[in-house]
Every structure is written in structure tokens, then in C-alpha cells.
């Protein structure tokens, strides 16, 4: 299992490289399969990171920051059941 800060140096370059591709493959599995979505307001650009692999279904959450320009973000105001894209249950490595 990979460590919270191996998955927060993924997380660094795929902040840094949105819409993607991503650039590192997952820490845990080793797929190139890491997904990063923002939740957040569209208009001040703050809001929660989700990133996780969808290969192995393990991530990360990184709550109150800024949204990169590009970033795919699903929009806080829309309940969430509708919000897209979806996001899976993954499980938050701690």
C-alpha cells in the first residue's frame, strides 16, 4: 500500500497538469489510471480535490483549495447526485 505522501507527490503533478493526461502512474498499483476532479464554486475557484485511480480504487481527498484553471470541477451548487462527472467510492489512504 502506498504511503499518504507518495500519493501526495502524484497529486502535486497532476494539479500541475490538468485537464490531464496525468503524468504518474498510481502509487499504490502502478496503472496509469489516477483521476483528479475538483467539487467547488465555478465563480471564486476554492473548493475539494478528489483524486484517486480507478484502476485500484484508491485515493486521496485534499479539502479548501485553490482550482487550477482547466481542472474538470463539478459545480457545489448542483445536488450531488447530479453532479458530473461521477465519482466512484474510493478508499481514502490515510
Not at 13 to 21: C, I, N, S
Not at 33 to 45: A, I, P, Y
Request: with cysteine.
Amino acid at each position: 500500500m502506498a504511503t499518504y505522501d507518495e500519493w501526495l507527490d502524484a497529486y502535486s503533478a497532476a494539479y500541475d497538469a490538468p485537464p490531464g493526461p496525468l503524468p504518474d502512474a498510481c502509487p499504490n498499483c502502478g496503472h496509469h489510471s489516477l483521476r483528479l476532479v475538483f467539487t467547488g464554486d465555478l465563480d471564486r475557484l476554492i473548493g475539494y480535490a478528489h483524486f484517486w485511480c480507478d484502476n485500484c480504487l484508491n485515493g486521496i481527498g485534499i479539502s479548501r483549495t485553490t482550482i487550477p484553471d482547466d481542472a474538470v470541477v463539478q459545480d457545489i451548487h448542483v445536488p450531488r447526485e447530479a453532479r458530473e462527472p461521477k465519482i466512484p467510492n474510493y478508499t481514502l489512504v490515510q
